[in-house]
């Protein structure tokens, strides 16, 4: 019979310190917009000024978004030893994250709409009431980005990857998506600022409409590059990241052949895998581990070792007439002869 350790029995599986300054900005921020809403629209209704009300519904927008971000923190934290989750509750902060992309996205759409409309049916701007808007709104979207700004959550783990692939590997990506929302925010208002002044001063009207076609391409931009950035960790899109060729380097000694690997990330700047390994002369799962060690980043992996039976040289290859598995293709068959 087995005896297991109570640690091992214990082991956390949490691997996401959080990020309390990054909660507590985006509370702060949240109850900043939605002061600025209501009263934009309050004063809109009392002035009866459409560019008021309009600016205040659409800040509207951004409140939800950031009261996402906020939630998510909040169940996060809480649920945070919860054995329900396999690996801690992580995701739930890159899920928001995914939303709030989504919402950046439909803000465009809506931002392209309305130029458009504009275009084709120009009407009178108030342009004092316009100006006065954006600008109270830019210094509003300022404080909101000082609030957030440094609290992203770097997790370095002691050396490079280089490329592109680890971008955002080591940040807060619900706290990205808030401050994606409050600099889309100030773009409008600093685009809408010089559209109004150009209108005001030059009589150039077709610069408020051109303007936000502008800003909807910057934010389009940004909420795709925010998809992508949270659907790659929702969907476990690992496969291609640099820690996945370190791991067959470190596990490389001649002998060993890897039959199976999984590779996902539970955390920012943190990965797990599951290794196959089949050898002529196995080691034990613990020196495999300990080669991996070096790499900070594994903070969960598991080790599976078969020994080759047969004739050699190696490689270890499947029985003859069977394939062997693609890079990250599982295949419960481990192959235990060698050709």
Known sequence: MHHIEPAHETQSHNFDPGNPLGERGTRRVVLLTAAMMVVEIVAGWLTN??????????????????????????????????????????????????????????????????????????????YGDAILVAVVGLAVNLLSAWLLHGHEGHHD?????????????????????????????????????????????FGWDFLDPVMGIVGAVVISVWAVGLVRQTSRVLLDREMDAPVVQEIREALAD????????????????????????VAADPLTPEEYKRRLAIHEELVHVTVEVHRCHGDHPHPCGPPVGERMPAPGESDPAVPTTCL
């Not at 009261?67 to 919860?82: E, L, Q, T, V």
């Not at 759409?109 to 120009?122: G, K, Q, T, W």
């Not at 001649?254 to 196959?276: E, M, Q, S």
Request: net charge neutral; glycine share 12%.
């Open 49 to 126: 000024s459409m560019a008021l009300l309009a600016d205040g519904w659409h800040m509207g927008t951004h409140v939800a978004a950031l009261g996402i971000a906020a939630f998510a923190y909040w169940y996060a934290r809480k649920h945070a030893n919860d054995p329900r989750f396999a690996f801690g509750t992580w995701k739930v902060g890159v899920l928001a994250g995914y939303a709030s992309a989504v919402v950046l996205g439909l803000v465009a759409v809506y931002m392209v709409y309305e130029s458009v409309a504009r275009v084709l049916n120009p009407v009178p701007i108030r």
């Open 254 to 277: 001649g002998d060993a052949v890897i039959t199976d690997l999984h590779v996902w990330r539970v955390g920012p700047g943190k990965f797990a895998c599951i290794v196959g390994l």
């Open 157 to 201: 783990h002691g050396h490079s990857h280089g490329g592109d692939h680890v971008q955002g590997h080591g940040h807060d990506l619900n706290l990205r998506a808030a401050y994606l929302h409050v600099l889309a925010d100030a773009l409008t208002s600093v685009l809408a600022i010089v559209a109004l002044l150009g209108g005001q001063f």
